[in-house]
């Protein structure tokens, strides 16, 4: 790996934890938890972002046509959910609870593709998946800071995401956008269009008024954080897409999640058993174990 690549990597993986970390604060420890306000806001920075970056030339943006915009409307629709559960189990669960869980969408992705595409899925894929069950599953009977309202986001998070995946994968095989930037871009657009509005019908935009920490600076910097590491952490797998493997990649970000779990657990209040601690192994290694077949599969 050349060292721009390496230097590349190194930015995606400290990006990785910083959002994590910042998203985390801000929803556990400010407790501000109004997702249609607080996604809604990250969207619509990295929206802004994107498209100024594409206006000065920085970043490359296709020109959409109504067809494709149409085309992958479900999928944005399917972003968005993902967001929106995402924000609220991150607001209930620990760090590694949730990036253990959110492993799970990889079945999701699986039984789709075997159910829907009807694709032969490897032994090593198949073994990997199912330690991520039993690791995701054991989670249930040993986490002494159990949340059933956390769970149950989780697993709407996870589905919506696994389903998404499918879907990414399906329309690029027909009709696809020129990049994932595009992608992306019509994601930010529908997840503002969609989840600022809801926010007084829910609720969220009359709790946010009475929200303690709305003056502080420290609420300001977490949310304007939150959105411009979002944004960066997208253009930088973009990028880094471009130079190496998928498998690879996936290994990066394996490494990005494991700082995260690794600094959560100081940061903030997290409370481990030994059977929580061999359930979130039994998860790095069902997760190595996946990359690794599918670096076997690409070579």
């Not at 915009?69 to 399917?78: E, K």
């Not at 986001?153 to 329309?171: D, M, T």
């Not at 997760?287 to 070579?299: A, I, M, P, S």
């Amino acid at each position: 790996m050349q060292w721009r690549h390496l230097a590349t990597a190194l930015l995606l993986c400290s990006l990785y934890v910083a959002s994590i970390l910042t998203n985390k604060y801000v929803l556990s420890v400010l407790k501000f938890t109004y997702p249609t306000l607080f996604q809604g806001w990250q969207t619509l920075i990295g929206g802004l972002l994107l498209h100024a970056g594409w206006r000065l030339g920085y970043l490359e943006l296709s020109t959409l046509s109504g067809t494709v915009v149409v085309s992958w409307f479900p999928g944005a629709l399917l972003y968005v959910a993902v967001i929106y559960a995402g924000s609220r189990a991150l607001s209930l669960l620990p760090v590694p609870t949730f990036l253990l869980l959110q492993n799970a969408s990889e079945v999701v992705l699986c039984l789709c593709s075997a159910v829907l595409c009807r694709e032969k899925i490897p032994l090593v894929r198949l073994t990997s998946l199912l330690l991520i069950t039993l690791s995701s599953g054991g989670l249930l009977f040993c986490d002494v800071q159990f949340d059933p309202g956390g769970y149950v986001w989780a697993l709407l998070h996870f589905v919506c995401a696994g389903i998404y995946k499918a879907f990414s994968y399906e329309h690029s095989k027909s009709q696809s956008l020129s990049s994932e930037l595009d992608q992306q871009y019509l994601n930010y657009i529908v997840s503002v269009v969609a989840l600022l509005p809801s926010s007084h019908p829910l609720g969220d935009l009359l709790g946010a008024a009475e929200f303690p920490f709305l003056y502080f600076y420290r609420f300001h910097t977490g949310c304007l954080a939150s959105g411009i590491l979002g944004f960066l952490f997208v253009v930088t797998g973009d990028r880094l897409k471009a130079c190496i493997s998928s498998a690879d990649f996936s290994m990066w970000l394996l490494a990005g999640k494991m700082y995260a779990c690794a600094l959560s657990t100081v940061l903030f209040e997290t409370t481990l058993t030994t059977w929580m601690g061999i359930c979130l192994l039994l998860g790095l290694v069902s997760e190595v174990l996946l990359t690794l077949g599918d670096k076997w599969q690409e070579g």
